[in-house]
């Protein structure tokens, strides 16, 4: 048996959560253990049951511990009052930075939660959070440029570029040498040149005729 030191309980509860984090992102959440969580942890299962409950009370304490810290990186790597490109910029660094430094993190909270009730729960959370800060963002923006965006097409926006940089940050979990400095810019360079545009008026249409449904379809739009 392992020999216990006595540590705070906040420090010990961080312990099992990062051992958690481990077992969870490189076994899933159906074939971790709390044995195996246990042992990585140096601790006694009845110890980990004692602290943190059930193996799902554990998972879902590890989903709320990864998205709060994503969500506090992200939030204050803004500078309040910079042009809008510039905070989306320094936000979206922090967001690679951070899955850089924590692909396990973002494995558990990304791939093993968005697949698994009630776990997704706390990922649409995590999103909708995401989108409402992108979204004031850009409507800040938009009224810089004096745009005329509607709120919907903003909203829309919000979510494109939030479910990207997901999707960026899933693929940079598979590539360990992957720049997130460089990756924030190939974002930008993809997404904001769009969407600056949107912003100031100018919105694009196809270049064939449209349909008489299509017509329809645009009349009751606007």
């Known amino acids: 048996m392992p020999a ?6 906040a420090v010990r509860e961080r312990q099992m959560l990062d051992s958690a984090v ?6 899933g959440y159906h ?11 140096g601790i006694s299962k009845p110890m980990v049951y004692a602290y943190l409950g059930t193996k799902e009370e554990l998972f879902l304490a590890a989903l709320h511990r990864e998205a709060g810290r994503l969500m506090e ?3 204050g790597a803004v500078e309040p009052g910079a042009p809008a ?37 706390e990922l649409t959370g995590m999103r909708s959070r995401m989108v409402q800060v992108v979204t004031a963002l850009l409507t800040q923006a938009m ?5 005329q965006a509607t709120d919907t097409e903003l909203e829309v926006m919000a979510h494109a570029l939030v479910g990207a940089g997901e999707s960026l940050a899933d693929w940079m979990t598979d590539h360990p ?3 997130p400095a460089k990756t924030a810019t190939q974002m930008m360079n993809v997404a904001w040149l769009g969407a600056d545009r949107l912003l100031t008026g100018t919105t694009w249409h196809p270049s064939i ?13 606007h």
Do not use: C, H
């Open 85 to 121: 490109d510039r905070q989306l910029w320094n936000g979206l660094r922090a967001f690679f930075d951070f899955v850089a430094g924590n692909r396990e993190g973002w494995t558990v909270l990304y791939r093993q939660a968005r697949g698994l009730e009630p776990f997704a729960a």
């Open 177 to 179: 040498g992957a720049d």
């Open 4 to 9: 216990f030191k006595r540590l705070p309980r």
């Open 73 to 75: 990186v992200v939030a």
């Open 22 to 27: 481990r077992v969870f992102s490189r076994r």
């Open 31 to 41: 074939a971790a253990s709390m044995d195996e969580i246990a042992e990585d942890a």
């Open 209 to 221: 005729p449209f349909t008489s449904s299509e017509r329809r379809e645009r009349r009751l739009d």
């Open 143 to 147: 009224a810089s440029a004096g745009g």
